[in-house]
């Protein structure tokens, strides 16, 4: 067993040493953009993932997941449009309800406005 735990760590990828404190702003918020794009990604891949599986495991079970998510109780309503897109990953999309997503407001922060992000 602590072989394998040896071997696993052998094989796990070194952290890159980044000296944030000396790397000028124009970098660091490109480093910046790109861990957030990352961090996207890894997310709906993740997301992906979890719902094929949840969809496997309910057509095993003779339904579909759309049955077994109306079945919670919860209260069913018309899906709503998307209203913005993400810039750069144009399969990141908010309908304008709820909680702003991650890369919704970052768009923000970094100086675009609201008309920027819509969808045409």
Do not use: C, Y
């Amino acid at each position: 067993m602590k072989k394998a735990v040896k071997a696993a760590k052998a094989e796990a990828p070194k952290a890159v040493e980044i000296d944030l404190d000396n790397m000028p702003l124009a970098e660091l918020k490109a480093l910046q953009k790109s861990v957030a794009k990352a961090i996207d990604g890894f997310e709906a891949r993740r997301l992906a993932a979890a719902r094929a599986e949840l969809e496997a495991r309910a057509k095993e079970l003779g339904v579909t997941l759309q049955e077994v998510v109306g079945a919670t109780g919860a209260k069913a309503g018309k899906p709503v449009a998307a209203k913005f897109r993400h810039p750069e990953n144009p399969e990141l999309t908010w309908s304008g309800r709820g909680r702003k997503p991650v890369w919704f407001a970052e768009a923000l922060d970094s100086g675009k406005s609201e008309e920027d992000l819509l969808i045409a």
